[in-house]
């Protein structure tokens, strides 16, 4: 009988540029096969600000993560659509703040469910560090996976990191947003951030993505990703280029990314 991890590797199409394996590569690691580096160089051939976006965006989840557990007192991360592991991931920042802190990881690539063992090896003695093998489409699934780790009745960051542009339709976004919010209790928060369509260049990155048969990134406005926060209280400074949300340089610079972490009242 095969193991579950040769299953998982079977599943890898190494020939097929991937989402997750392409970010991995942007941001410096060595989790991505040929095809995804093909796909992530023709992208930076235009718009070579990608990989300071990829950089960003993981400084932007250690503040928020930091902000949530210090400042908020949260100790319940959702994570979906996580991606591959690199370096300061959610649990190991929020257990850097309060060790009891609880974190499930949520993502369907099979790359990702191979790393997830070693992943979940540094989580500390007090808290509870696990996976949820699902696709973002299916928060039903998600919220009763998570529930079993996680206690609903009380605040839990949910975490939509720079992965809502992968799907094309806005209104199916808005829904996956608030099925998974209507879930969570009073005191909760959302943290979501994705690449804007806000420079010439930033489009032609994302039509370059889909020419060298990556999966389509949708770029959307500012305005467009305000719409996911709707009912809930924005956290100041508000959506912003994630580098400009709570900078812990003074001189740091808006890209085509914004963020923002709301609070659910």
Sequence with gaps: MASPD?????????????????????????????????AADAVAEVYPEIVLMAQQSRQFLIRVVRHLAAEAGIRQFLDIGTGLPTMQNTHEVAQQVAPEARIVYVDNDPMVLVHARALLSSTTAEGVTTYVPADYHDPETIVAEASRTLDLDKPIAVMFMGVMGYEPDL?????????VMDATASGSHLVLWDGTDTSPSVVAGANRLAQSGGVPYILRSPEQLASCFEGLTMVAPGLVP?????????????????GAVARKP
């Design 242 to 258: 994630i580098p400009l949300w709570r900078p812990d340089e003074p001189d740091a610079e808006a890209i085509d990314a914004y």
């Design 171 to 179: 209104d199916v976004v808005r829904s996956l947003v608030s099925r």
């Design 6 to 38: 040769h299953d998982v590797l079977a599943k890898l199409e190494p020939d097929v540029p991937h989402a997750a394996r392409i970010w991995n590569y942007w941001m410096g690691g060595k989790d991505n096969f040929h095809a995804d580096r093909t």
